[in-house]
């Protein structure tokens, strides 16, 4: 690892001696190149550079594929009732209308499951491995799926729900932890990124499957999505057995050798020598005697030391702020705000929520592919503005419909749809592709199944507030209920500037220096001054 104190993070490398000096004058100065991070990660990553195309890196992809499937999952059961709630088969059967309390007790509840699930996600992943976290989720979501297809009353939409939160919290924890460990240092922020970008696969099965389904008659059109939900789980459960499990957990377990092979075949091209390896292995086995002195249930671990709190308040940035920025009103309830642009059809309303799953997909991809060209602060301060201009576009335009006018132009209607498409656009390009992977960036080895844990908390304690007050402001206020996002993503951006650290350029064990510096946000942003070589290498001045 390399070494870098507050004194050096903060500037650009030096060239101590002459004889360096002189050299570096001789170099034309396209050969220099100043890379946001630490020297010791480029050298390494482009001495032996990996081929994306080879047989090995694809089956990598299928084993990321499973851990993906858990945003799959997420994403399915995260929609679905936003689109059921709509359906009137649903409402007549049910007796529930689309907002208010009763509806916000309903979508609450999962989130209830989901706090309460996440507090065994980090002894899980700890104790038994990562596979078997997502293992567990699985069966638990599957069970949930049984439930609510098989649903009679509320007493049922209710257990299912929290069994399904339960379920989820653990899947969706066990996962980005697994598909973070997994991937190859250089590929992290791309592949955890698409790890999320998963959550749309699920979003637009569900919601193409509502809007199909709702033109059947009776309880068919909702019990078909919800039968449905145990196609993921189902999935998931059975490439568990067929996957390695996270190299870093088998050697923080003793197995240093099943993590070298591991490494060896996806990280070094079938090679235990290969640099990266050694640096991996290296990294991984200087944490292991902090690993052995923490304990499975002491979260005190999350916060101890200034470090720590640094990495934990990240952390909580990220769980708050990609929650109360607006996107989860879209999420929950998509429908009831095309109605307050007077869209009244659930046809078209079910339409247009399929659609913009879609739309919202194409920003993930494309928020995924520049994760490390944009950079995640700059992502995210800069994001958190134009979504605060996009959610005030669409409070203009619901505005027109809620001052007593008879007619209203039809342009009023299609503009305030066009500005809820490009903030759900928005919205994934920054935080879909950041959400698991800063969190799990940001928070160090021995803590990090904990910290994911507590993640999903801290996410679902914001998400309470969503699903239950927003059914009643929508209910009570209307379109100036949006103002209060307006105002939130402004906030977001003055925060994210002022003390977002950046972590890109950096493997997970280089990022202790930044934390440990006296001010890590600028520490961050330090740069190294590197030669490229003739044959492509970075090299280190």
Not at 265 to 272: C, Q, S
Request: hydrophobic share 45%; aromatic share 12%; net charge positive.
């Amino acid at each position: 690892m390399s070494n870098i104190n507050d004194n050096t993070l903060g500037q650009t490398t030096s060239i101590i001696s002459e004889t360096e000096k002189h050299a570096e004058k001789n170099l034309d100065s396209a050969d220099i190149k100043d890379v946001q991070g630490d020297s010791n990660f480029y050298e390494t990553v482009t001495a032996a550079p990996l081929n994306p195309w080879s047989k090995t890196s694809f089956q990598l992809y299928a084993i990321l594929l499973v851990a993906a499937l858990n945003a799959t999952a997420s994403g399915f059961d995260g929609s679905i009732f936003s689109s059921i709630n709509a359906m009137d088969q649903y409402k007549k059967y049910f007796h529930h209308v689309e907002t208010g309390k009763s509806t916000g007790i309903i979508f609450m509840i999962y989130t209830v499951g989901n706090m309460i699930g996440s507090l065994f996600t980090g002894p899980i992943c700890d104790h038994f491995g990562r596979r078997v976290g997502m293992g567990v989720g699985s069966i638990i979501i599957g069970a949930a799926a049984i439930v609510l297809t098989a649903a009679r009353n509320d007493s049922y939409l209710l257990g299912g729900r929290f069994m399904l939160g339960f379920g989820i919290s653990i899947g969706t924890s066990s996962a980005p932890t697994y598909a973070l460990e997994l991937a190859p240092p250089q590929w992290r922020a791309r592949i955890v990124g698409f790890y999320n970008t998963f959550f749309y696969t699920g979003s637009i099965l569900s919601t193409g499957v509502a809007y199909a389904s709702n033109k059947a008659s009776g309880e068919l059109a909702f019990r078909l999505p919800l039968g449905l939900q145990l196609f993921p789980p189902f999935c998931i459960l059975i490439g568990c057995f067929f996957i390695p499990e996270s190299p870093r957990w088998l050697t923080a377990r003793g197995k240093k050798e099943r993590a070298q092979a591991i490494l060896a075949k996806y990280h070094g091209g079938g090679d235990v020598n290969h640099p990266l390896v050694q640096l991996e292995i290296r990294e991984f086995e200087e944490g292991i005697q902090v690993k052995k002195a923490q304990s499975v249930w002491n979260y005190y671990d999350l916060v101890n030391t200034r470090n720590q709190r640094w990495r934990m308040l990240m952390n909580a940035f990220m769980s708050f702020f990609a929650q109360l920025s607006g996107n989860s009103v879209l999420t929950y309830y998509l429908p009831s705000m095309y109605t307050k642009l007077g869209i009244t059809s659930t046809d078209r309303r079910l339409l247009l929520t399929f659609a913009n799953s879609i739309v919202s997909c194409t920003g993930a991809v494309a928020g995924s592919a520049t994760n490390d060209m944009i950079g995640r602060r700059t992502k995210l301060w800069v994001g958190s503005i134009v979504l605060s201009c996009l959610f005030a576009a669409v409070t203009g335009f619901s505005s027109q419909f809620d001052l007593g006018k008879e007619h209203v132009s039809s342009a009023f209607s299609n503009g305030g749809v066009a500005f809820i498409f490009l903030f759900g656009c928005a919205y994934s390009f920054i935080y879909t592709p950041l959400t698991a992977t800063y969190c799990a960036e940001v928070l160090a080895n021995h803590t990090r199944a904990k910290g994911m844990g507590v993640h999903v908390i801290m996410s679902n304690c914001a998400n309470l507030y969503n699903t239950f007050v927003t059914a009643i402001a929508l209910d009570s206020i209307g379109y100036k209920y949006y103002l209060v996002f307006v105002a939130l993503n402004l906030f977001y951006a003055v925060m994210w500037f002022t003390f977002g650290v950046e972590t890109r350029g950096r493997t997970l064990e280089e990022l202790d220096a930044v934390f440990d510096a006296k001010w890590p946000p600028k520490a961050a942003l330090s740069k190294a001054t590197m030669v490229k070589r003739e044959d492509g290498h970075l090299e280190g001045l």
